[in-house]
């Protein structure tokens, strides 16, 4: 097994609109020891997101005015991409999701596990007994 699969590249990418409030606890919860690097997307905030993640010397790309969720989310892996990621793990500046949860999504995706077509998570997803609910055959990483 080669040293890209056993260690791939993480990157945690967060798509910002006016989370200065939350950033910097989301952040200091990242596992820093699986992540390679952290992009920031803001997405023309009006707080103190982008004076927070400088502080905080994250890699920053700015949109010059709010284009959506959608651009954001584009921009975030098109970034995460040209960095040269092996996996991308979306974590939202506002701690919607659990940061320390990092590791646990990216040792499930394909790059660490190649018989892997894909993987995704979901703050939906109930665990039972059984597995995943809903009959997919996909892992999901909850």
Same mark, same amino acid.
């Given at each position: ?43 023309? #905030? ?17 949109h ?35 940061p ?5 999504? #990216? ?15 979901? +703050? +939906?997803?109930?665990?039972?007994? +059984?597995?995943?609910?809903?009959? #997919?055959t ?5």
């Amino acid at each position: 097994m080669s040293d890209e699969v056993r260690n791939p590249k993480v990157i945690v990418v967060m798509p910002a609109y006016n989370a200065g409030r939350t950033l910097r606890m989301t952040y200091e919860e990242l596992p820093k020891d699986t992540v390679s690097m952290v992009i920031l997307v803001d997405d023309g #905030s009006t707080d103190a997101t982008l004076e927070v993640a400088r502080q905080l010397g994250l890699e920053i790309f700015v949109h010059n005015r709010n284009y959506g969720y959608g651009a954001n989310q584009k921009t975030c892996y098109a970034e995460a991409l040209r960095a040269g990621a092996d996996v991308v793990v979306m974590v939202h500046p506002d701690y919607q999701y659990d940061p320390r949860l990092v590791p646990r999504s #990216s040792s499930r995706s394909p790059a660490a596990r190649p018989t892997w077509c894909w993987a995704r998570g979901s +703050r +939906r997803v109930r665990r039972s007994s +059984r597995g995943c609910r809903g009959g #997919s055959t996909s892992r999901t990483a909850s």
